[in-house]
């Protein structure tokens, strides 16, 4: 079995920073593996140590600058990795999924995996719908926020516990070929040893560009627009009180009172 991971680096904010136009300012920023990527290559390495999978591929759209932070997921025990990036690429400010599912789709009928394990959704613009419709495209079965993957496939079929709204979980087996969108707290992601470290130097990463993909350039073409960033601003309703623990433990019981809370 082949699985194919989708990563992607996104930017990490200090506490404090300054926005210019629509963009943060670049000192305030830092970069890094998206967390929900970091556990659905976890879960792919997990499943090739168990012995149901043979290889693990990654694959991200994004720049030269990407490539050390992408090296995680190898550092970690991902097989080898592929990095679109394309000139027609430079300046978009939101590639949206559409662009997104093209992209990945053509990758996918290159590698032709037997599972594509995506993180639920990007940290930094919060998009959450890549592997859904990635699997759309492809003709691949699909199951959306997977916390719980059995290691121990029943042939052709994964059984898989997917979260649903209102706290309900939901069991069921899907069919490979198939694309699952990985939750946070599915397992628990590893650290790269530096061995690993060494080793991700020296790992396959393929670049391709759309060319080489059989991707017209129109694909990155976006009917979203970034036209403002800012901060929201936040409320708060703080009440704190000074003295001993007798004193304040009094004046809160008559706030809750005051609310309602307390009798």
Request: some cysteine.
């Amino acid at each position: 079995m082949k699985i194919l991971v989708t990563v992607k680096e996104v930017a990490t904010v200090e506490d404090e920073f300054e926005i210019e136009g629509t963009e943060i300012a670049d000192q305030y920023l830092g970069a890094d593996l998206n967390e929900w990527d970091d556990y659905a290559v976890e879960e792919a390495v997990q499943l090739q140590e168990a012995g149901v999978a043979d290889e693990v591929v990654t694959v991200t759209i994004g720049p030269e600058d990407c490539e050390q932070t992408i090296r995680q997921a190898l550092a970690k025990g991902a097989d080898r990795a592929v990095r679109v990036w394309d000139d027609s690429l430079e300046g978009v400010d939101l590639l949206d999924v559409n662009a997104k599912t093209e992209i990945l789709s053509a990758v996918v009928e290159e590698e032709d995996p037997d599972l594509i394990l995506t993180g639920v959704q990007a940290g930094d613009d919060s998009f959450g719908a890549t592997g859904v419709s990635l699997a759309e495209e492809v003709g691949y079965q699909w199951g959306a926020v997977v916390n719980h993957l059995e290691h121990e496939f029943d042939g052709d079929v994964a059984s898989v516990r997917r979260e649903l709204e209102g706290g309900v979980e939901e069991l069921t087996d899907i069919e490979l070929p198939a694309a699952l969108t990985i939750q946070t707290g599915i397992n628990e992601p590893r650290y790269a040893s530096l061995r690993g470290i060494r080793q991700a130097q020296r790992k396959e990463l393929d670049v391709k560009n759309l060319a080489d993909l059989d991707v017209d350039e129109s694909a990155v073409d976006s009917d979203l627009e970034l036209t403002d960033m800012y901060e929201p601003e936040s409320e708060s309703d703080v009440t704190v009180w000074e003295g001993s623990a007798d004193d304040t433990a009094a004046e809160l019981g008559e706030l809750l009172r005051d609310k309602g809370v307390a009798p």
